[in-house]
């Protein structure tokens, strides 16, 4: 029972423009959400998170957006450049102190061509 | 900071042999995790512990034991390798400080090929 889903397993994107990556939840207990960004023979580094008292939060080209109807996220890379290139896990969890544990998507492997 | 370290990175056993992939952190975190990536899977959660001498199952525990005995090492422990456990291996932590986020920092990971 995948209770966070990436459908997408690759995406393409011209540099320059924008990437969207899409997350969709099942358990109605997670409130708190994040994106990692993976680089091959590398661990996972942390990029943008979200709690669910918010639905959009920013930084820099990173953008998550919320939709907790629909229990759907999104990341958008504006504009997109070559080092972007990546596999990228939306994970979440509760966000009460002992709710710690990260539940991970599949994955979507973005690439950014020049 | 080192942040999150593990040893070894590479590994081959054959099946039915034992090992431990060594994790350390020194930012004092109290929370640590082991989790496992394969192909069209994610990440999936082995253990993890939210202090010394505190640990718990996650979603796939099976063949795998960990232990908490300081709070900056976390090892796990193989103890009869199957073909099955061919993954890479990585450990993460959290301060587990309240209020603040759930990110956690992962190691570089450990590749382990069993034969």
């Known amino acids: 029972d995948q209770q966070v889903k990436q459908n997408s397993p690759s995406l393409s994107v011209q540099e320059g423009r924008i990437s969207i990556l899409n997350c969709d939840y099942t358990?109605?207990?997670?409130?708190?959400f994040l994106w990692y960004k993976k680089y091959p023979a590398e661990g996972p580094t942390f990029l943008i998170s979200?709690?669910?008292?918010?639905d959009k939060n920013e930084d820099g080209r990173f953008t998550v957006f919320l939709n907790k109807s629909a229990k759907h996220l999104s990341l958008h890379i504006v504009p997109s450049q070559p080092g972007d290139s990546a596999v990228y896990f939306c994970?979440?969890?509760?966000?009460?102190?002992?709710?710690?544990?990260?539940?991970f998507g599949t994955g979507t492997r973005l690439t950014i061509i020049p | 900071n080192a942040g999150v370290t593990q040893t070894p990175k590479f590994q081959v056993l054959k099946t039915g042999q034992s090992m431990t992939l060594q994790c350390a952190q020194d930012?004092?975190?109290?929370?640590m995790s082991w989790y496992r990536q394969d192909p069209g899977m994610g990440l999936r959660l082995i253990h993890y512990?939210?202090?010394?001498?505190?640990?718990d199952q996650g979603e796939v525990p099976n063949g795998y034991n960990v232990s908490r005995s300081t709070t900056e090492d976390f090892p796990l422990r193989l103890l009869s390798a199957a073909p099955s456990q061919t993954s890479v291996y990585f450990c993460?932590?959290?301060?587990?400080?309240?209020?603040?986020?759930?990110?956690?920092?992962f190691g570089p990971g450990t590749r382990l090929t069993v034969l």
């Open positions: 993460a932590s959290n301060p587990r400080a309240q209020g603040q986020g759930n990110e956690q920092f």
């Open positions: 930012m004092n975190h109290e929370y």
């Open positions: 994970a979440a969890s509760g966000s009460d102190f002992g709710n710690e544990k990260l539940t």
């Open positions: 358990n109605s207990m997670f409130d708190y």
């Open positions: 979200i709690s669910s008292i918010k």
């Open positions: 512990s939210v202090g010394a001498g505190i640990t």
